[in-house]
């Protein structure tokens, strides 16, 4: 199994995101049900390995937080743009998440992750790389997108299906975080 964990998001913010799904040659446009926030990339796993997660990751305890997402960025190889993407700004909630989140997958023998936690959602990918001055022009042009932010209550393991027409992201356990409760309020 392809596992991943991640944030799913509200229908109203992937209805906006999908909005600007247009005008760019080249561009596999990443199907609106797909949008997602990867907190973690497991990869391929055995059934019993991924329980051993699923107990992990049950064990977190945090608060639900507020996610806003805010400009496009792209991830680039030797001067050509790989995907691009919305970024989601950086909080203390979301860093602790993530923090939690690692720590979990960690002990259940994966090896901590090397790459710097880059919070972003990915609209685009270009097969072969697509210049930085066609997607700079898509990126002013839509850099000032809005988009309203929203409560994270939860997140999820899933497991990606690999396909032709493109993967497939199936929830195979969703873990809810805690409301805070304000005393006095």
């Known amino acids: 199994m392809r596992l991943f964990i991640g944030l799913a998001l509200p229908e109203n913010i992937r209805s906006t995101l999908s909005a600007v799904q247009s005008g760019l040659p080249g561009a596999k446009w990443v199907k609106p049900e797909n949008f997602h926030m990867t907190l973690r990339f497991i990869g391929d796993t055995e059934r019993r390995v991924a329980e ?3 107990s992990s990751l049950s064990d977190i305890r ?9 400009g496009l960025g792209c991830f680039e190889t030797k001067g050509r743009v790989r995907s691009l993407w919305v970024q989601v700004l950086k909080s203390e909630p ?3 998440l993530h923090e939690k989140i690692e720590s979990a997958v960690v002990r259940t023998g ?5 790459r710097k936690f880059k919070p972003h959602i990915t609209l685009a990918r270009f097969k072969g790389g697509a210049s930085s001055d066609r997607i700079g022009m898509f990126m002013e042009t839509h850099n000032g ?8 209550n939860q997140f999820t393991l899933f497991r990606s299906h690999l396909g032709g ?10 873990y809810e975080l805690y409301e805070e409760i304000m005393i006095g309020a």
């Not at 997108?145 to 994270?152: G, R």
């Open 52 to 54: 051993d997660i699923d």
């Open 145 to 152: 997108i809005q988009i309203e932010s929203f409560t994270v």
């Open 94 to 96: 979301l860093k602790r």
């Open 110 to 114: 994966f090896e901590p992750e090397r």
């Open 165 to 174: 027409e493109g993967s497939v992201y199936e929830p195979l356990a969703e």
């Open 62 to 70: 945090v608060p639900a937080f507020d996610m806003k997402l805010s």
